[in-house]
Every structure is written in C-alpha cells, then in structure tokens.
C-alpha cells in the first residue's frame, strides 16, 4: 500500500482529512511521525502559496508523496479578510474563539444580507520531487452574529454555508463532509492521487 503523507500536526485538521481519504487506499501519515520536520512559515501572500510551500518543504525531508493545504475565510464586506491570515487573524497564538470573536466584533452592527463569505481550501499535492498539482475547494455561505454549535474547529461555530440554515459546528461530520471547502478540495484531488500514486 502506498503511503501519503498530510503535512499537518493539526489533530482537528489530521481527524477531517483522515474521514475524507478513508477510501483512498493509501497508509496515511502525518507529521507528528516525522519530528525532524519543522514548521513551515506561512508566509506566502496567497493560499497556494502556502499549501504548495508546505508540501514542498515536508516532501524534501520525507520523500514521501505529500498532500498539504491552506485554508482561509474570506468575508467579502471586510475585503476578503481574514484570507490568508484566518489562522492567526487574532494574533500569532490565538485560539479559534479568539479568531471567531474578533471577526464578529469587525460585524458588529452589519445586517445578514452584507455578511456573505466564503470558505476556500488550496490542496497541493507533491508525488515526486519538482511535481505539485494544486486544487481549490469553495464553501459559499454567511456569517452569523453569534456562534452556534459545537462541533467542527475553526470558523465553523460562526458560518451557515448557503441553502442552510445550520453553522458548520451545528452539523453532522457526515452532512459537513459532503459541502465544506476542505471536502470540496479532497473531492477534485481524488481522480490526481488515483492517477499519481
């Protein structure tokens, strides 16, 4: 069986990823099996940037196939904040509680037809040295005023994807799997590991 390495230590990241590959008939890695790999700064101006970074750096030390991804939120009355930052919009240590209460403080007052915002997940897949493949997954959706729910992570207690009525954090992981951003992303990298590994 091939192996495939997610460049992630995120355990709610690692835990979704692991839900939506478990057909993908490949032994799943992660980084936490690989302690001399570092960090990757996130430093890039765009989402691929930093997906296509990461699974660069982690393939040179593993060379192992890699799938990597950044994510972000992007409100669009706020000019597509927090984007590339969403992790880390609250500062460098903040929680997801902390990202979540001040994007609702930026909200405040904004009426729900102005509060559209979108999901977006880069996925890069990096087979062989000097190879990477990247895909996009999209969510479209809108902000609440207040969080509901408790499951998921991220900005998930805070955005209705559209035609919804419930948060992300409100839903089933079954009924998340098949419209978030992230499932968007596995969905069309699919029929690229199928031909690639």
Do not use: W
């Not at 999901?119 to 890069?124: E, S």
């Amino acid at each position: 069986m091939k192996q495939l390495l997610l460049a992630t230590r995120n355990k709610d990241k690692v835990s979704e990823l692991h839900s939506l590959l478990v057909d993908a008939d490949s032994e799943l890695l992660t980084l936490d099996e690989f302690p001399q790999i570092g960090e990757t700064v996130e430093d890039g101006e765009t989402l691929e940037e930093n997906a296509v970074k990461k699974a660069r750096e982690t393939f040179q030390v593993a060379n192992i196939p890699t799938i990597a991804d950044d994510s972000g939120l992007e409100v669009y009355y706020l000019n597509n904040e927090p984007g590339v930052y969403s992790s880390r919009y609250a500062g460098p240590r903040a929680t997801y509680s902390d990202n979540c209460k001040k994007l609702l403080k930026k909200l405040r007052g904004v009426p729900p037809r102005r509060r559209a915002a979108r999901f977006r997940c880069v996925i890069a897949f990096m087979p062989t040295d000097g190879v990477v493949r990247t895909v996009e997954g999209i969510c479209q959706g809108v902000i609440t005023e207040i969080p509901r729910g408790e499951n998921g992570f991220g900005y998930d207690p805070i955005f209705v994807p559209t035609g919804h009525s419930k948060t992300l954090a409100e839903m089933s992981t079954a009924l998340k799997n098949t419209l978030s951003h992230r499932a968007k992303a596995i969905q069309n990298i699919r029929p690229i590991l199928r031909q690639l590994l």
